[in-house]
């Protein structure tokens, strides 16, 4: 028997935390959730996060063992789900609203967007709001200076957006008291949606040459930020470093591509590259990264930030041992 198709539910709000059936503690009790079908396994299997003063915690592996014919039941909805996912794949993918769109980019909100404030303050405004237009970055009320992150495709239609809170100071994302990320789908509440994802950045695809290398990262800013140092490329975010699958990099199969992944992900993207001929995976950061940066898993942008993008032709000699043959591959 196998339990590795659940996991404790993360955490997003006090909604999706309940009432420890030992202790009885509010809001205390993780659920653990199928990773196939997003259903719960019992009311009863999960984690109470006190762990000193109740501890409980009752794991699938437990509960198919006291329960044999639960295996039987997590079989059946298993095949009901690889069913409805066959089905689901060939359905056309919904979109939001260019209405929805189009008023994120209400200006004077620019004013209160952390991560546009950000580029602003490192890049100059010129700078800032030309990246701001590239890549459609919009404004949200979810959070006081949240930012949207569109993912439009060729056509230049929204499949959904990444919501995300940004210090304005570092740049960085902001996670506590809790991780800041949503999404416009999930706020609309649109019945039927049927969300397909696309790269971040895809519409350029439209307007620059076929010809252009294409480099791949994980996070949107990041991809913001490289496109004005490597301006050879057009750069594209997949927003994670699990959804990076070559079901998505299909649709590039007659581009070149390069993927930049974060420090510890080069296993994997390789993995899911290594059936395209036409992409390369950088191992610029493996290369260059010490041991402490590693432990704290930096991003191709924690870098290019040391540095000014008007003077990155002073970027340390021993990147030419990596650089020049990744840009060979791509170019």
């Not at 079908?37 to 509960?63: A, F, I, W």
């Not at 970055?137 to 230049?156: R, Y």
């Not at 929204?158 to 991780?179: C, E, H, S």
């Not at 299909?250 to 390069?258: A, F, G, P, T, Y």
Request: glycine fraction near 4%; charged fraction near 25%.
């Amino acid at each position: 028997m196998k339990d590795y198709t659940y996991r404790l539910e993360p955490y997003q709000t006090k909604a999706n935390r309940y009432d420890c059936p030992v202790c009885g503690s509010k809001k205390t009790f993780a659920k653990y959730i199928s990773t196939e079908t997003g259903e719960y396994l019992s009311d009863t299997v999960g984690r109470c996060n006190r762990e000193s003063n109740c501890g409980y915690h009752y794991t699938p592996k437990q509960y198919f063992q006291d329960n044999p014919s639960g295996e039987q039941i997590r079989e059946k909805n298993k095949s009901c789900f690889q069913a409805s996912l066959s089905s689901l794949s060939t359905r056309e993918p919904s979109y939001i609203d260019q209405t929805v769109v189009k008023a994120s980019f209400f200006e004077s909100a620019y004013l209160n967007n952390a991560f546009v404030l950000f580029l602003y303050d490192r890049f100059g405004s010129v700078q800032a709001e030309e990246l701001v237009k590239k890549y459609c970055i919009g404004n949200s009320k979810k959070w006081p200076g949240a930012t949207v992150f569109w993912q439009l495709d060729t056509e230049w239609k929204a499949r959904t957006g990444k919501i995300m809170l940004y210090d304005r100071a570092t740049g960085k994302r902001v996670k506590q008291p809790f991780n800041h990320v949503h999404w416009v789908h999930s706020i609309l509440k649109l019945e039927d949606f049927h969300l397909k994802q696309c790269f971040f950045g895809e519409h350029l695809l439209d307007i620059e040459p076929s010809d252009k290398p294409i480099a791949i990262v994980e996070s949107e800013k990041t991809a913001v930020i490289a496109s004005l140092y490597f301006y050879d490329f057009i750069w594209l975010a997949c927003g994670g470093l699990s959804t990076l699958s070559p079901e998505r990099l299909k649709s590039l199969q007659d581009r070149k591509v390069i993927l930049f992944p974060d420090l510890n992900g080069f296993e994997k993207w390789t993995e899911a590259a290594k059936d395209f001929p036409n992409i390369t995976v950088s191992n610029l950061l493996e290369t260059i990264a010490t041991d402490q940066e590693r432990e704290k898993g930096l991003d191709l942008a924690d870098y290019l930030l040391r540095f000014s993008y008007l003077e990155f032709w002073t970027y340390p000699k021993e990147w030419d041992e990596v650089l020049p043959y990744q840009t060979q591959q791509a170019a």
